[in-house]
């Protein structure tokens, strides 16, 4: 189709990159041929860490004054899954009816197409505007993110490298262009619960000590108490349990150990410490408990044995208090589509859970509705309507940033 609008035109040779994470498909490629001809000093580094993948990552900048308006974003997709089942080749970008179809079309190859348009818009009119303007592209984001954004942030502060404000171009909208402009993100911790018991026969449980029986009890503890109401910019935290598992395929056998994985996102009355200390509180006072571990002849039972184990790296809860910065993608926002966004700290973790260590940041891309599905697509009026309101928080910011 060769009458596509220029993020479209983009957006379709990106989703024939095949960067599945931690691949880089050909992707940076894509975006490199794209940005140096611009004017972008584009510098490509590879993060490695013991224990997980190499991860190839690009840092464009065109300008050497500040401010430096960074936009950061990830070209790595999650997997197809039954590619038979998907309408068209999930890496051709086909266009079927208004909407093309592809792994990454909103998440988040789309708002990189849609900025690097938006960047040409803007250059074509200012090219000597007082700024910089920087891309942060990672190939990491959807896997580990061990040797991704955070490696490449960490490597810009050794060389002196100033971000003075970043977008994330996250698919931040519900239902429809407008919807909402993310300015925070609740805190994120994930961890294992074991339960040890005694293993033995089925008909004869005065002889084991079945862990089940804790389990239950355990994460029951955890899931049914609120941890709080919520607060003025964040929703109540909440923990769910994601798996139990005892690893036993026999029915008269009463099990050894019993886990548990759990996660638990969190907003600003709890940090990592104190909703671990919550936690551990909860998980303490259901260990003696005797509701589901009666008396047996010989006397009662012993406390739930437990430990949990955390993953390693927390994510923590923030909010981005920079009124200029919210307030310039809000404008143009409302600006293009007539609607005022709302101001979220909703949905799951993301990059910028990084980049807030290091300057404001604020998100906001397409709609999300699609993303991680089969058949994951875009609107091609909504790559028209986010290129149009990039073009217009650019020229916004960099007008207000030199007044």
């Known amino acids: 189709m060769s009458d596509l609008a220029p993020a ?100 988040m190859k789309g708002g990189i197409a849609c900025f690097i348009a938006a960047v040409e818009n803007f250059l074509a009119g ?10 942060l592209i990672t190939g990491d984001e959807e896997g580990p993110a061990i040797n991704g954004t955070s490696a490449i942030l960490d490597w810009l502060v050794e060389q002196g490298e100033t ?54 009890a355990l994460t029951q503890a955890l899931m049914a108490e609120p941890f709080d109401a919520g607060t003025r910019d964040f929703q109540p935290t909440n923990l769910e349990v994601t798996s139990i598992d005892v690893g036993n395929p026999a029915y008269n056998v009463i099990p050894a ?37 009666p008396a047996l002849p010989d006397g009662p039972r012993e406390p739930v044995q437990f430990r949990v184990d955390y993953t390693d790296r927390p994510s923590h809860v923030f909010l981005t208090r920079d009124e200029h910065l919210i307030a310039t993608i809000s404008g143009a926002v409302k600006s293009e589509t007539g609607r005022a966004p709302e101001l979220s700290t909703g949905g799951g973790t993301s990059d910028a859970r990084f980049i807030k260590d290091v300057c404001p940041v604020v998100e906001f891309g397409l709609v999300g509705q699609t993303m991680h599905q089969i058949d994951e697509r875009v609107a091609l009026a909504d790559l028209e309507q986010l290129t149009a309101i990039y073009t217009r928080f650019i020229d916004d910011f960099f007008a207000d940033a030199s007044s």
């Open 257 to 293: 150990q019993a886990t548990a994985r759990f996660n638990i996102r969190f907003n600003d009355t709890w940090s990592a410490d104190s909703v671990k200390a919550e936690i551990l509180r909860r998980l303490e006072a259901a260990a003696s408990d005797d509701l589901l571990r």
């Open 163 to 216: 971000i003075d404000a970043c977008l994330v171009g996250e698919p931040t909208n519900p239902k429809a262009m407008g919807d909402a402009v993310k300015i925070g993100r609740r805190g994120s911790v994930s961890g294992t619960l074991t339960v040890t018991g005694v293993q033995g026969h089925a008909a004869y449980p005065h002889l084991a000590d079945n862990p089940v029986r804790g389990m239950v």
């Open 126 to 135: 200012k090219p000597a505007f007082a700024g910089s303007l920087s891309f």
């Open 8 to 107: 479209a035109a983009i957006l379709r040779d990106l989703i024939r990159c095949p960067s599945v994470t931690p691949e880089e498909g050909g992707a940076l490629d894509y975006l490199e041929s794209r940005l140096a001809p611009l004017g972008f000093n584009v510098v490509r580094r590879v993060a490695a860490a013991p224990g997980t993948p190499d991860v190839e990552n690009l840092y464009a900048r065109f300008g050497t004054r500040g401010p430096n308006l960074c936009f950061a974003g990830h070209t790595d997709v999650v997997p197809t899954g039954d590619e038979q089942s998907w309408s068209a080749d999930p890496f051709q970008g086909e266009i079927i009816g208004s909407e093309m179809v592809g792994r990454g079309a909103v998440d």
